[in-house]
T-cell receptor, first 113, second 114 residues
Framework: GENVEQHPSTLSVQEGDSAVIKCTYS??????FPWYKQELGKGPQLIIDIRSNVGEKKDQRIAVTLNKTAKHFSLHITETQPEDSAVYFC????????????FGAGTRLFVKA | GAVVSQHPSWVICKSGTSVKIECRSLDFQATTMFWYRQFPKQSLMLMATSNEGSKATYEQGVEKDKFLINHASLTLSTLTVTSAHPEDSSFYICSAKEGTQPQHFGDGTRLSIL
């Protein structure tokens, strides 16, 4: 089955700096890669996603890159702000009905003011 | 759009009682709903997947008689923790998706069994 590894587990950056979180997946049939942000005591919130026919996607300060050959994808947050502090999860899944979404272990991001 | 509402957000009850958690999709039809359990500082652990009108598919190691899931309509799924004990205390999160659209999560239910 699919396995998703996520690094680092903890990331601390200064406000204004960039943050990068990396994930690798094992199942070449996976074709959908969402990223979720989870704040304390809340459920995960979808912040950006990418499908396998695209190599990069950007939404304001957030971007995701995908390398299908190497089976890895990354989240990039630029100009970080204290409110970006949260736990971020990457995930991988397929489009077809029985495909589960497999989550990475999470990255705790601290943005210091 | 794509709002998932989960209730209650927090529940405390005595050991041996049953607890029901509701998960509703407010502005879309949830053809598939998922129930997760999350321990402190850990990732989400999938418990079961349910499609509207069908029996839920449970993950290995999850007791179907302990965690009863009902997905009777396209907007509502419930998880009932039967005869709850302290070891069932956890953060339970539901998510829902329509067809091949992304799944969206509720805000979770913190369950504490005394």
């Amino acid at each position: 089955g699919e396995n998703v590894e996520q690094h680092p587990s903890t990331l601390s950056v200064q406000e204004g700096d960039s943050a990068v979180i990396k994930c690798t997946y094992s199942d070449s049939a996976s074709n959908y890669f969402p990223w979720y942000k989870q704040e304390l005591g809340k459920g995960p919130q979808l912040i950006i996603d990418i499908r396998s026919n695209v190599g990069e996607k950007k939404d304001q300060r957030i971007a995701v890159t995908l390398n299908k050959t190497a089976k890895h994808f990354s989240l990039h947050i630029t100009e970080t702000q204290p409110e970006d502090s949260a736990v971020y999860f990457c995930a991988a899944s397929g489009d077809t009905g029985g495909f589960k979404t497999i989550f990475g272990a999470g990255t705790r991001l601290f943005v210091k003011a | 759009g794509a709002v998932v509402s989960q209730h209650p957000s927090w529940v405390i009850c005595k050991s041996g009682t049953s607890v029901k958690i509701e998960c509703r999709s407010l502005d879309f039809q949830a053809t598939t709903m998922f129930w997760y359990r999350q321990f402190p500082k850990q990732s989400l652990m999938l418990m079961a997947t349910s499609n509207e009108g069908s029996k839920a598919t449970y993950e290995q190691g999850v007791e179907k008689d302990k965690f009863l899931i009902n997905h009777a309509s396209l907007t509502l799924s419930t998880l009932t923790v039967t005869s709850a004990h302290p070891e069932d205390s956890s953060f339970y999160i539901c998510s829902a998706k329509e067809g091949t659209q992304p799944q969206h999560f509720g805000d979770g239910t913190r369950l504490s069994i005394l």
